[in-house]
């Protein structure tokens, strides 16, 4: 059993950057991928994303690599999302996740967290 706690959201401007964690209680946090998923108002929750067991690997939505870092420290079983330069259209409440990494990659992990909101607007 995986227990997943988002934190880190909030309200920002435009051009901003906000860092996301979410800790998990896993004995053994770093057996699982995690991952981040959003969901906007009445939009399907999409893919944001993934990095595996050890941090070695990591995968994004296309549209959103090089704004948006995942990242995860084993020792503190807590993984992070880093968003620069938010834009309105990246508000949505993020979700964290975990399992292996097909299940992560494919949207379709065990765990979730409650999701934490993020909202961009000046």
């Known amino acids: 059993q995986v227990q997943l706690v988002e934190s880190g959201g909030g309200l920002v401007q435009p051009g901003d950057s906000l860092r996301l964690s979410c800790a998990a209680s896993a004995r053994t946090f770093s057996n699982y991928a995690m991952g981040w998923f959003r969901q906007a108002p009445g939009k399907d929750r999409e893919f944001v994303a993934a990095?595996?067991?050890?941090?070695?690997?990591?995968d994004y939505a296309s549209s959103l690599k090089g704004r948006f870092t995942i990242s995860r420290d084993n020792a503190k079983n807590t993984v992070y999302l880093q968003m620069n330069s938010l834009k309105p259209e990246d508000t949505a409440v993020y979700y964290c996740a975990a399992d292996i990494w097909w299940n992560v990659r494919r949207g379709t992990p065990g765990y979730w967290g409650h999701g934490t909101q993020v909202t961009v607007s000046s």
């Open positions: 990095i595996s067991g050890m941090g070695s690997g990591t």
